[in-house]
C-alpha cells in the first residue's frame, strides 16, 4: 500500500467510514472541478477560511497544513500557489506522527470552519437535499479501471461507487448541521509560523 494511502488509516481509526458505497448517478450531486456544478464542494473552491486571525484560502490549504509542526513545510505549504504537491514532498520525512489517527477528525474540522465562514457553501449544501454528494473521480488521469481513492467514488454505468468519504462527510454536515471531531491540543501549533 502508498505511503500516501489514507485506506489504512480509515480501516483502523475510522471503522464506521471503511466501506465501498453505490450511489445512482441520477440522484446524485457530483462534484469534481470547481468552475463546474457543485463544484463549492471540492477543498479546492474559493471559500477562504479564517483561524486565528491567519486566513487560508480553502479548506485544502489548512488540511494540508495541519499535516506538519516543522516551520520549512508549513511556509511551503502556505505560499504555494497548490499545497497538495508542497505537502506531499515533506510528508516522508516531517508528516505528524499521529496524523492517520486524526485525519477524518482533521478534515472534519477544516469542513465545519468552512460552513461556518462561508455562506455560499451552506447555500450549495441545503441546495443539494434529496442527493447524495459524491466526489466524482471518474475523469482523474488514472487507468481506466483503478478504483477511487478513499475521498471519492468513480462513475461505473449509471452508479458511482467507492469509498466517497469527502461525500459522506459533507452529507453529514449538511443533514446535522455539524460535525464532531477531536483534535489533539497541538493541531494548530502551525499556525504560530504564519502570524
Same mark, same amino acid.
Given at each position: 500500500?502508498?505511503?500516501?494511502?489514507?485506506?489504512?488509516?480509515?480501516?483502523?481509526?475510522?471503522?464506521?467510514?471503511?466501506?465501498?458505497?453505490?450511489?445512482?448517478?441520477?440522484?446524485?450531486?457530483?462534484?469534481?472541478?470547481?468552475?463546474?456544478?457543485?463544484?463549492?464542494?471540492?477543498?479546492?473552491?474559493?471559500?477562504?477560511?479564517?483561524?486565528?486571525?491567519?486566513?487560508?484560502?480553502?479548506?485544502?490549504?489548512?488540511?494540508?497544513?495541519?499535516?506538519?509542526?516543522?516551520?520549512?513545510?508549513?511556509?511551503?505549504?502556505?505560499?504555494?500557489?497548490?499545497?497538495?504537491?508542497?505537502?506531499?514532498?515533506?510528508?516522508?520525512?516531517?508528516?505528524?506522527?499521529?496524523?492517520?489517527?486524526?485525519?477524518?477528525?482533521?478534515?472534519?474540522?477544516?469542513?465545519?470552519?468552512?460552513?461556518?465562514?462561508?455562506? #455560499?457553501?451552506?447555500?450549495?449544501?441545503? %441546495?443539494?437535499?434529496?442527493?447524495?454528494?459524491?466526489?466524482?473521480?471518474?475523469?482523474?488521469?488514472?487507468?481506466?479501471?483503478?478504483?477511487?481513492?478513499?475521498?471519492?467514488?468513480?462513475? %461505473?454505468? #449509471?452508479?458511482?461507487?467507492?469509498?466517497?468519504?469527502?461525500?459522506?462527510?459533507?452529507?453529514?454536515?449538511?443533514?446535522?448541521?455539524?460535525?464532531?471531531?477531536?483534535?489533539?491540543?497541538?493541531?494548530? #501549533?502551525?499556525?504560530?509560523?504564519?502570524?
Amino acid at each position: 500500500m502508498s505511503f500516501y494511502s489514507i485506506a489504512q488509516f480509515i480501516e483502523k481509526y475510522y471503522p464506521q467510514y471503511y466501506s465501498i458505497e453505490t450511489y445512482p448517478a441520477s440522484k446524485c450531486a457530483p462534484f469534481c472541478k470547481t468552475n463546474e456544478t457543485w463544484g463549492i464542494f471540492s477543498n479546492f473552491g474559493k471559500t477562504p477560511i479564517v483561524i486565528d486571525g491567519v486566513t487560508f484560502k480553502n479548506s485544502e490549504q489548512l488540511f494540508q497544513l495541519m499535516k506538519f509542526k516543522d516551520r520549512e513545510p508549513v511556509m511551503e505549504i502556505y505560499n504555494a500557489p497548490q499545497p497538495k504537491y508542497p505537502a506531499k514532498k515533506w510528508e516522508k520525512q516531517l508528516r505528524r506522527e499521529d496524523w492517520g489517527s486524526m485525519i477524518v477528525n482533521a478534515m472534519k474540522f477544516c469542513l465545519m470552519r468552512k460552513y461556518e465562514q462561508n455562506e #455560499d457553501f451552506r447555500q450549495e449544501l441545503e %441546495r443539494s437535499r434529496g442527493l447524495f454528494i459524491v466526489e466524482d473521480q471518474s475523469n482523474r488521469k488514472k487507468k481506466e479501471n483503478q478504483n477511487p481513492d478513499t475521498w471519492g467514488v468513480k462513475l %461505473r454505468g #449509471d452508479q458511482y461507487i467507492g469509498p466517497n468519504l469527502m461525500g459522506r462527510l459533507l452529507m453529514e454536515l449538511r443533514d446535522n448541521g455539524k460535525l464532531e471531531y477531536n483534535l489533539p491540543k497541538d493541531s494548530f #501549533d502551525f499556525i504560530r509560523f504564519l502570524k
